[in-house]
């Protein structure tokens, strides 16, 4: 089956824009084009945009993200590259999920004190505590 970019756009939740951008940027290299010259995506296209908003969501810069679809386009050559690419990868988003994390945890410590407060009706509950936000990591 073959598909417009109306449809793609419907059915991966990107929008026709995003996927123009995209094949501009050249990660769409596996796209058809049919006779008029309009982009003609096929059902094997769905895993390829999956990979990139995969990548994309969890920061890999567009320019990154051409260089792996463009070792991939260049075949086995390119196995222990593209291996590289995402344990690097790996390694980023790992570093961002414990940066997260510890937003999260002073978050937690935000919500903590403005419940205690509100229990105690006042702020000065806190002065007793020697714990502040900057003592959370």
């Given at each position: 089956m073959r598909y417009t970019i109306s449809q793609v756009?419907?059915?991966?939740g990107l929008t026709?824009?995003?996927l123009r951008y995209y094949d501009k940027q050249g990660l769409l290299p596996f796209v058809d084009r049919d006779k008029a010259g309009n982009r003609d995506f096929k059902e094997s296209d769905f895993v390829?945009?999956?990979?990139?908003?995969c990548l994309k969501k969890s920061g890999m810069p567009v320019k990154q993200i051409r260089e792996?679809?463009?070792?991939?386009?260049?075949?086995?050559v390119t196995l222990t590259e593209r291996l590289t690419t995402f344990e690097a990868h790996?390694?980023?988003v790992l570093n961002q999920i414990d940066?997260?994390?510890?937003?999260?945890?002073?978050?937690?410590?935000?919500?903590d004190y403005y419940k205690?407060?509100?229990?105690?009706?006042?702020e000065a509950i806190h002065a007793q505590t020697?714990?502040?936000?900057?003592d959370i990591e």
């Open positions: 756009a419907d059915r991966t026709a824009y995003t390829w945009l999956d990979i990139i908003t792996y679809i463009k070792m991939c386009m260049e075949g086995d790996k390694q980023a940066e997260l994390n510890k937003y999260l945890r002073k978050i937690d410590f935000k919500i205690t407060a509100i229990e105690a009706g006042t020697n714990c502040t936000w900057l």
